[in-house]
């Protein structure tokens, strides 16, 4: 599976931004779909992830009630539509796919390049 994010960019605080994740391949829906992000001088963490028939999501707490993952199959493609942004989400957002349902960042099958996303205050 090759993974492309985009839709990252530069915007204020409380603007929205929406990244879109293309995937290759005709077996997308058989892989969970992640979003993680890394500003620098962290280590990568968990954004949200959305399951195979996307009827199951979970977000990380700094995100929860703010940003919505979603998935459309029969594009192959993966959504991150992110409202009320903070300073503190600006970081490098990467989509990721995994064949079970995980967090960890070490657990993901396959990687996009990132998309940088920032926010000023």
């Known amino acids: 599976v090759q993974l492309q994010a985009s839709g990252g960019g530069l915007v204020q605080a409380g603007g929205s931004l929406r990244l879109s994740c293309a995937a290759s391949?005709?077996?997308?829906?058989?892989?969970?779909m992640g979003w993680f992000r890394q500003a620098p001088g962290k280590e990568r963490e968990f954004v949200a992830f959305?399951?195979?028939?996307?009827?199951?999501?979970y977000y990380a707490d700094a995100v929860k009630g703010r940003f919505t993952v979603s998935r459309d199959d029969a594009k192959n493609t993966v959504f991150l539509q992110m409202n009320s942004l903070k300073p503190e989400d600006t970081a490098v957002y990467y989509c990721?796919?995994?064949?079970?349902?995980?967090?960890?960042?070490?657990?993901?099958?396959?990687w996009g390049k990132g998309t940088q996303v920032t926010v000023s205050s």
């Open positions: 990721a796919a995994a064949s079970k349902l995980t967090t960890d960042f070490r657990g993901m099958d396959y």
């Open positions: 391949g005709r077996t997308f829906n058989r892989y969970v």
């Open positions: 959305i399951s195979w028939s996307g009827g199951s999501s």
